[in-house]
């Protein structure tokens, strides 16, 4: 069993940065995949970034690539959302969650556990 707990989400204006953190329990969240999502207000749960379980491999939806940088630390149990150049449609709940796979992949159906959430508000 593993728990997610996200940190570092608030208001920011466009144009401005954040680092939403996620601190992970259990020894083994250093062979699971992690990944980042976001819902917004009447849609459906996206994808945002994903990271191997050894930082190898990264992948980003085509909104936030240029803009986010995904991370972790493994000798921390935490993975690391760094967001630049937010705009106001960024502005969603964002959740990590961890793939027992450990191969980092964009489908939520295929992680096996979620934080709670925090909330990202950007305003224009």
């Known amino acids: 069993q593993v728990q997610l707990v996200e940190s570092g989400g608030g208001l920011v204006q466009a144009g401005g940065s954040l680092r939403l953190s996620c601190a992970a329990s259990?020894?083994?969240?250093?062979?699971?995949?992690m990944g980042w999502f976001r819902q917004a207000p009447g849609k459906e749960r996206e994808f945002v970034a994903a990271?191997?379980?050894?930082?190898?491999?990264?992948h980003y939806a085509d909104s936030v690539k240029g803009r986010f940088t995904i991370s972790r630390d493994n000798a921390k149990n935490t993975v690391y959302l760094q967001m630049n150049s937010l705009k106001p449609e960024d502005t969603a709940v964002y959740y990590c969650?961890?793939?027992?796979?450990?191969?980092?992949?964009?489908?939520?159906?295929?992680?096996?556990?979620w934080g709670q959430g925090t909330q990202v508000t950007v305003s224009s």
């Open positions: 969650a961890a793939d027992r796979s450990s191969i980092a992949t964009m489908t939520p159906s295929n992680y096996d556990y």
């Open positions: 259990g020894r083994t969240f250093r062979s699971y995949a």
């Open positions: 990271i191997s379980w050894n930082g190898g491999s990264t």
